[in-house]
Nanobody, 121 residues
């Protein structure tokens, strides 16, 4: 069994910062690409940022220059540093990862439960 658990969401004023964390646990052999997605009310879930195991990153145009994704492979953790937050960043943020499980060497895609980020004055 593998789990992704996010933390770090909350309420912040426009221009403020938040740092999201996502820790993977369980029978993990290797974690490949990790990413953050978000879903605002009435909208589709969208990719915010992703990072490969060798730290190659990809960002949505809307967050380039403001958000930074990073990972710590030894701790099976991915982070999202969000600066200069805007009201349009308000959404539930989900962690996602491609994980090779110890049991049977299966490669599966996992989602976290989501954490709310609200940007409002």
């Amino acid at each position: 069994q593998v789990q992704l658990v996010e933390s770090g969401g909350g309420l912040v004023q426009p221009g403020g910062s938040l740092r999201l964390s996502c820790a993977a646990s369980g029978r993990i052999l290797t974690i490949y690409t990790m990413g953050w997605y978000r879903q605002a009310p009435g909208k589709q879930r969208e990719l915010v940022a992703s990072i490969t195991r060798d730290d190659s990153t990809n960002y949505a145009d809307s967050v380039k220059g403001r958000f930074t994704i990073s990972r710590h492979n030894a701790n099976n953790t991915v982070y999202l540093q969000m600066n200069n937050l805007k009201p349009e960043d308000t959404a539930v943020y989900y962690c996602n990862a491609d994980i090779m499980e110890r049991a049977g060497f299966r490669l599966r895609n996992y989602w976290g439960q989501g954490t709310q980020v609200t940007v409002s004055s």
